[in-house]
T-cell receptor, first 113, second 109 residues
Framework: DAGVIQSPRHEVTEMGQEVTLRCKPI?????LFWYRQTMMRGLELLIY????????DSGMPEDRFSAKMPNASFSTLKIQPSEPRDSAVYFC???????????FGSGTRLTVV | QQPVQSPQAVILREGEDAVINCSSS?????VHWYRQKHGEAPVFLMI?????EQKGHEKISASFNEKKQQSSLYLTASQLSYSGTYFC??????????FGAGTRLTVKP
């Protein structure tokens, strides 16, 4: 089992550019979560998919953020345009429905300059 | 609404014990505990599903009191490898989880 795979590991971009983060969940996991982690705000839930359908996107900061899950093995989080305050580590996690623990990917460290 | 953790930080010597608390203002269905080492992703430790249930992982155990909407994580005879930030998480009935702010645990030789 390769675990949850995120790419890229690091991303440095200029303000105003589009950023796309990618995630491959564990095969068989039907719940997928995007989190953002900063020192100030901790781990924030951005969006949650169940069976590829967005269930709760109330944590998405604003319209500049969008997420998709076109199939069970792939999800993207897009920021356009990016701003310096978007700098953070973005984690993707997956789990089985019900009461399984979450498996986190290694994260993408995003720096917007 | 995210759960509240206490204390914010703990410093221990190897072999000492610690307790980390997690409380919520809303009814809890379950409580998760995770540990995150510096520069790494959070790692799942355990989940508690029933009131009063206790579970264990290595020498780490936890309890869950539904009525008090609280959970506690017990670290016994701490080892250097226990250092990291511990998070509790409380899923709502949609299974999406909010995490506490974390408790930074440092174990010194």
């Amino acid at each position: 089992d390769a675990g949850v795979i995120q790419s890229p590991r690091h991303e440095v971009t200029e303000m105003g550019q589009e950023v796309t983060l990618r995630c491959k969940p564990i095969s068989g996991h039907n719940s997928l979560f995007w989190y953002r982690q900063t020192m100030m705000r901790g781990l924030e839930l951005l969006i949650y998919f169940n069976n590829n359908v967005p269930i709760d996107d109330s944590g998405m900061p604003e319209d500049r953020f969008s997420a998709k899950m076109p199939n069970a093995s792939f999800s993207t989080l897009k920021i356009q345009p990016s701003e310096p305050r978007d700098s953070a580590v973005y984690f993707c996690a997956s789990s089985t429905s019900g009461f399984g623990g979450y498996t986190f990917g290694s994260g993408t460290r995003l720096t917007v300059v | 609404q995210q759960p509240v953790q206490s204390p914010q930080a703990v410093i221990l010597r190897e072999g000492e014990d610690a307790v980390i608390n997690c409380s919520s203002s809303k009814a809890l269905y379950s409580v998760h505990w995770y540990r995150q080492k510096h520069g790494e992703a959070p790692v799942f430790l355990m989940i508690l599903l029933k009131g009063g249930e206790q579970k264990g992982h290595e020498k780490i155990s936890a309890s869950f009191n539904e009525k008090k909407q609280q959970s506690s994580l017990y670290l016994t005879a701490s080892q250097l490898s226990y250092s990291g930030t511990y998070f509790c998480g409380t899923p709502d009935n949609n299974n999406d989880m909010r995490f506490g702010a974390g408790t930074r645990l440092t174990v010194k030789p």
